[in-house]
């Protein structure tokens, strides 16, 4: 990393990329203990088949939360990719309006260039449980995903940890990592949707735990968002990211390139932290709640 990030120690980089990760610092974390709990962890070895297509199946469950965010969205769809391991947040204002959520996500999926030429269409099949607002028994939304050519694949109720696990864990993953910068910066619960904003950006970034024997000894595996574009985001893009990122709630002196080295105003102005624009970074004026961009700051 750059921009003074070597700089920083283990501790200070895990409370700044979201709490993501485990290890001496996880064990050592009071917000860690706070949000993961302190459960027994039983590992069951098994063999199962893996998917190596990227952006082909997709595991999708609702993340529904107690309180409203300020822009009014109480529920979240999360969806992973089984194969490159990457996610997608898609907030709702009401359950009923995941049909036309997941039409419009699957489009955007399918006009964008990362995945032109490709020997199948992007999301191809979405696995899921038999929740109402996607159910067989929705006769619109089984209608919709017909005609945009989506196969959907139902996991068994009384075993849906075993056969849907991949959107059973990240749900988990995405909860503790929203509550992990939330509680970083002391931010009421209304902003979880900013937070669900770095939680994608911060997991689509960073590499995941690896047993596979092909793992380098340096652990720089590959990304989630690389693999998932084949490359398209490459690595240096990635690190270029993160070196910029700072988490939601943060208060930051952000440069005013409009005012003049003549004038007796001031050439910063207050801004929160409330996202992520590639390596730019979203600012809200505490203020007035606008919202600007910027990658001067301090």
């Not at 409370?15 to 993501?20: L, Q, S, T, V």
């Not at 992520?276 to 606008?290: A, D, H, N, Y």
Request: charged share 25%.
């Amino acid at each position: 990393l750059t921009n003074g990030r070597r700089k920083m120690s283990a501790m200070e980089l895990h409370k700044m990329f979201g709490h993501i990760g485990g290890g001496a610092e996880a064990a050592n974390c009071p917000i860690c203990r706070l949000c993961k709990g302190a459960p027994r962890r039983i590992i069951r070895t098994v063999d199962p088949h893996k998917e190596h297509r990227p952006a082909h199946t997709f595991a999708m469950d609702l993340l529904t939360f107690d309180v409203r965010s300020f822009q009014q969205c109480k529920y979240v769809i999360v969806l992973k990719c089984v194969a490159t391991k990457c996610i997608r947040l898609l907030p709702l204002y009401l359950r009923s309006d995941a049909q036309s959520t997941i039409e419009q996500w699957v489009e955007e999926m399918r006009k964008s260039p990362f995945f032109y030429g490709m020997a199948y269409p992007a999301v191809s099949a979405i696995v899921t449980d038999r929740a109402g607002e996607w159910s067989n028994l929705n006769r619109s939304f089984s209608a919709s995903m017909r005609r945009i050519g989506v196969e959907m694949r139902y996991s068994t109720k009384d075993r849906h940890e075993r056969t849907n696990p991949h959107a059973e864990r990240q749900v988990g993953i995405v909860e503790i990592v929203i509550k992990s910068l939330l509680m970083e910066t002391s931010l009421p619960p209304m902003f979880w949707q900013c937070a669900a904003s770095n939680a994608e950006f911060l997991l689509n970034r960073l590499p995941v735990v690896s047993h596979e024997a092909n793992v380098p000894p340096d652990y720089d595996v590959i990304r989630p968002i690389e693999a998932m574009t084949r490359g398209g985001y490459s690595r240096a893009m990635i690190s270029k990211d993160l070196s910029w990122f700072i988490p939601v709630g943060t208060i930051a002196l952000v440069h005013c390139e409009k005012v003049r080295g003549s004038s007796l105003q001031s050439k910063c102005r207050w801004g929160v932290a409330t996202g992520m624009l590639g390596s730019q970074v979203e600012f809200r004026c505490p203020m007035k709640f606008t919202r600007f961009y910027s990658k001067s700051f301090k």
